[in-house]
């Protein structure tokens, strides 16, 4: 517990809470601050507010109310005012912020985007008949970009998505993946996934007598192993797939029903995608999810999509159709045909397949 020169006249209720013990003189008996923090690191700012200084008389605190998000913040006023001694409760979201340190993110000292997969040459075929699929596959994806691949049915997007998951119906004839810097070709699918890499299939299996709570909670906590965190327990995960859920307009007692068991098409869309705002992979493969969407199901799809992309993340996401580009603006379109990427350009490509057809594609 960290002692501080700020004084609360009450308590305040919180979701999460640290407690920081709090001695100004103003009372006969200390109280007790509590603040919900969004990160530990961000407790070494409270010396901004008047920790460990000397016992002079303190500033009076006051709380503003953000119009977008409860969210409150601590500032000084002039000495002679003072708050009333009985005010209602608050949900208190502290908004201390930890120091940005030197090249991360938001101060914009990353550099420039890192190479994030590389495909070379990628040949595949099925491995039971041998028919080949896959001719010759290359494509690059740099961290925080969106990259769609559309194509007539059968010319080998899911396919390709499978095959960089390692799944067991294709086998691998050549080429070479380099995911993160590692030969991804070289690793089981398991190791794929704790790696960072995602699949949203377009037919999500059914796992009865496994719910959904169980099975996230799982394969996070195998993610977090795999970059040396602690685990969570159920208490500490429920506390961390809530924000999930609201973002993927997912109700709470979701989580009890069996995975898949049961769910419409739109249900297991939006499952497939709070598996991945919870594992939090650094590469999506979407394959078709807006097959079987309405518009309000479409929308809240894409718009977790959206909310989880970030600089150091990327998506890949097989269409047939421009509405789901209009919601999930892509970096660049890719056209594959008969195995193979023919064509790769911006969003205008949408545009022409949707007028001509992929009869187009070859005369522009």
Not at 257 to 286: P, T
Not at 312 to 322: A, G, K, P
Not at 332 to 341: P, Q
Request: aromatic share 8%.
């Amino acid at each position: 517990m960290m002692v501080c020169t700020l004084h609360l006249f009450g308590f305040i209720k919180a979701q999460s809470y640290k407690p920081v013990r709090c001695t100004w003189p103003i009372l006969s008996n200390p109280w007790f601050l509590v603040l919900r923090l969004p990160k530990p690191p961000a407790m070494a700012l409270l010396h901004r507010f008047g920790c460990c200084t000397s016992p002079s008389p303190p500033p009076v605190i006051s709380f503003t109310k953000s119009t977008f998000n409860p969210v409150y913040s601590v500032s000084a006023l002039p000495r002679h005012r003072r708050f009333p001694r009985r005010f209602p409760s608050f949900r208190l979201t502290a908004t201390l912020a930890a120091e940005t340190p030197a090249g991360s993110v938001s101060d914009g000292g990353r550099g420039p985007p890192k190479l994030l997969l590389e495909v070379k040459d990628l040949t595949a075929v099925i491995s039971e008949s041998g028919q080949k699929i896959l001719n010759g596959v290359n494509l690059s994806i740099y961290e925080g970009e969106i990259h769609a691949i559309m194509g007539k049915n059968g010319s080998g997007k899911s396919t390709f998505a499978k095959v960089l998951v390692g799944h067991k119906d294709y086998e691998v004839t050549g080429g070479a993946v380099v995911f993160k810097g590692e030969n991804l070709l070289e690793m089981e699918p398991e190791d794929r996934s704790l790696a960072g890499l995602f699949l949203s299939f377009q037919s999500p299996v059914e796992i009865p007598g496994v719910s959904n709570s169980d099975f996230l909670q799982m394969a996070y906590n195998a993610r977090r192993r795999k970059l040396g965190l602690p685990e969570l327990d159920p208490l500490q995960f429920y506390g961390y797939i809530m924000p999930k859920l609201e973002m993927v307009n997912i109700k709470a007692d979701f989580l009890n029903r069996n995975v898949n068991e049961g769910f419409s098409g739109g249900e297991k869309k939006r499952n497939e995608i709070l598996q991945l705002a919870v594992l939090g992979a650094e590469l999506a493969i979407l394959d078709e999810i807006d097959s079987g969407l309405d518009v309000d199901a479409l929308r809240d799809v894409s718009k977790a999509v959206n909310a989880l992309m970030t600089p150091t993340n990327s998506v890949l996401m097989i269409t047939h159709y421009r509405r789901l580009l209009e919601f999930i603006k892509p970096t660049y379109i890719h056209i594959m045909d008969e195995g193979r990427i023919s064509k790769t350009g911006d969003i205008s490509i949408a545009s022409i397949l949707e007028k001509e057809g992929y009869k187009a594609m070859s005369t522009t």
